[in-house]
């Protein structure tokens, strides 16, 4: 297991950074690497990012003494799993969970051993992984892609229209600060969440995924009178700090996992920016 430290930075510095500092500080390039699994702990809400390739043998999830600071990872932490790969399994203190492509699972505080698992080492999952901070234990889960709570959004002349799957959200599963879910983009659309808004009681991490090699995603960012752009590959994820809007456009159709973080688990809280405002 390896992990990767990230600060947080005063949204004055970011205005000055070039393209290499934006994509070192809020881009995660490389999250899924076969036979491994690869974290990234950032100090903004302490989120953790991961990804999880097992192929002939399962990983299990360990503990890091300099950043989590706890015998097991979940001591103090609640955690998100999504499958974006082949058919798998999560196994939370021996009770296991089969992921097909897209299913979720929530991860209760105080599971002591969580172990990833690939049903096809020729077609292996890819388990992406987003934790928070928690103070409370609920129950572990699994939320089936088909059991989502769907909400249609936007439309064709605005090239929009997309569908979100509320998957780890009060309305499906209880948990402490995490909220996840996954947006999908219908064909010929290319545009999220714009108008745009922040939100400075929470921060958030998207995940590009469904992305051909050849296709890309400019995630929008920085505070609205003084916008950054990251170009973003599939299977790259983009911090999100409370000061900054999280908006994006592809090259084509393109697939997103949501997480959220902070001071309430409320999906609709968020401050609208408008269009004449941003720069």
């Not at 090259?251 to 269009?275: E, H, L, Q, S």
Request: some cysteine.
């Amino acid at each position: 297991m390896k992990i990767d430290v990230r600060q947080v930075h005063h949204p004055e510095a970011v205005r000055a950074f070039d393209t290499e500092a934006l994509r070192r500080n809020f881009l995660v390039e490389d999250l899924f690497e076969e036979a491994r699994i690869r974290l990234t702990y950032s100090h903004v809400e302490r989120f953790i990012i991961g990804g999880a390739v097992p192929l002939m043998a399962p990983l299990a999830l360990g503990s890091d003494k300099a950043t989590i600071g706890s015998p097991h990872f979940l001591d103090r932490r609640e955690l998100g799993v999504f499958n974006i790969g082949g058919p798998g399994a999560v196994t939370a203190d021996g009770a296991t969970f089969p992921l097909g492509h897209r299913d979720a699972a929530y991860v209760a505080m105080g599971t002591t051993e969580v172990v990833f698992s690939s049903d096809d080492p020729a077609n292996p999952a890819r388990f992406y992984l987003l934790s928070t901070p928690a103070h409370a234990r609920y129950e572990t889960k699994v939320v089936k892609v088909a059991d989502a709570k769907q909400m249609p959004l936007g439309d064709q002349a605005t090239a929009n229209k997309r569908t979100i799957f509320q998957m780890i959200h009060p309305d499906v599963v209880k948990s402490c600060q995490l909220v996840m879910g996954m947006t999908q983009l219908a064909e010929g659309n290319i545009w999220n969440t714009m108008p745009c808004h922040v939100h400075d009681r929470r921060s958030e991490v998207y995940l590009y995924f469904d992305l051909a090699d050849d296709a890309r995603v400019i995630h929008l960012m920085g505070q609205p009178d003084e916008t950054r752009h990251i170009v973003v590959a599939d299977g790259q994820a983009v911090i999100s700090p409370p000061w900054s809007i999280h908006s994006g456009c592809g090259t084509r159709a393109y697939t997103f996992i949501w997480g959220m973080g902070g001071d309430n688990i409320d999906y609709t809280d968020m401050d609208m920016v408008p269009m004449a405002e941003l720069r």
